[in-house]
Structure formats: C-alpha cells, structure tokens
C-alpha cells in the first residue's frame, strides 16, 4: 500500500509563493505517474499538474506559467512550485500517485491565498 504524506501549505499573500511537497512510500516511486489536484469549497476536484517516470509534465491552463511541478526519485518526493499565488488558487491541494492502473491519494494540504 502506498502512502503519500503531502507538507509545505499554508496561508500567503496574494503574489506570493509556496512550495507544496509530497513524500511517498514503496520502491516504485521513479515509475509512477505523479500528480497535484485541488479542490476548492463548493467544487469539485481538478488537475492542476502530473509529471510522468520520463519527466513529461501537463498543466492546467489556470495555473500555467506560475506552477512548476518536479520529481526527485531519490527521495520519493513530488514537489509543486506556486508562484505568483492568486486568491483563486485557494484549496485544498492533494499528491496523486497513478502506478499500475491505481490511484493512491494524500490526506491534502490546506492553501489559502488572502491578503
């Protein structure tokens, strides 16, 4: 069973920056499609970033140019870069894990744009 343990959220000033972290358990990290979803009260989930095993990333359009998602395989861990934080991008923000037609989640981390 994998177990992703997601850190780094918080409460940022609109313009500001974070960088959100995912730590996931197993041995298969560096062949696993990762991946960062939010959802906002009221809404549903959506994809905001996945970096596939080749490094290929994929966007969404709201957060393109702001948002850098990167992988380290030596430590198993998932980031997502946010800069340029607008109050939109308030949610709550989980690491995804696709490996083997299986989706695993995070717990999620609250991030909350306001001034």
């Known amino acids: 069973q994998v177990q992703l343990v997601e850190s780094g959220g918080g409460l940022v000033q609109p313009g500001g920056s974070l960088r959100l972290s995912c730590a996931a358990s197993?041995?298969?990290?560096?062949?696993?499609?990762m991946g960062w979803y939010r959802q906002a009260p009221g809404k549903q989930r959506e994809l905001v970033a996945t970096i596939t095993s080749m490094r290929n990333t994929n966007y969404a359009d709201s957060v393109k140019g702001r948002f850098t998602i990167f992988r380290d395989n030596a430590k198993n861990t998932v980031y997502l870069q946010m800069n340029s934080l607008k109050p939109e991008d308030t949610a709550v923000y989980y690491c995804?894990?696709?490996?083997?037609?299986?989706?695993?989640w995070g717990q999620g981390t609250q991030v909350t744009v306001s001034s």
């Open positions: 197993g041995s298969l990290f560096s062949i696993a499609t």
């Open positions: 995804n894990q696709y490996l083997r037609m299986t989706d695993y």
